[in-house]
């Protein structure tokens, strides 16, 4: 199996992160292009972690894991995201690299200036 790495630092608060990335009214802003994707949470430490289980779109996200991991260094947040558990690197998964790191600046910008509109994806 391999799995997607991004690691991003954003200037909000480790529970302002979370927070957009937990709760559908803060997450649809920067999500909202992405697409229909059925997730289900199946791990989720207050603040600090969030673990999504892929159960229905693209047929090669079926059965992975998306997981974002939210740690204060100062007055950043590292936010480290894995998506895991792909069968194989195809080029889905190539698109996917590329896609995931749009998506966390995204994130970023939401968190960063959530007066913004125009956001990268």
Do not use: Q
């Not at 997607?4 to 957009?20: G, Q, S, Y």
Request: contains cysteine; hydrophobic residues 45%.
């Amino acid at each position: 199996m391999v799995a997607i790495f991004h690691c991003l630092r954003m200037n909000a608060a480790p529970e302002d992160v979370f927070r957009a990335v937990t709760e559908d009214e803060l997450l649809r802003p920067w999500w909202a292009k992405e697409g229909t994707l059925d997730v289900r949470c199946v791990e989720i430490s207050d603040g600090a972690k969030v673990v999504w289980r892929c159960i229905d779109g693209p047929p090669e996200w079926i059965g992975t894991d998306i997981a974002f991991a939210f740690v204060a260094e100062g007055r950043e947040t590292v936010v480290r995201l894995t998506h895991r558990n792909w069968r194989e690197p195809t080029e889905a998964f190539a698109h996917c690299t590329t896609k995931w790191g749009r998506v966390l600046m995204a994130l970023k910008s939401r968190v960063e200036r959530p007066e913004a509109e125009d956001l990268l994806v």
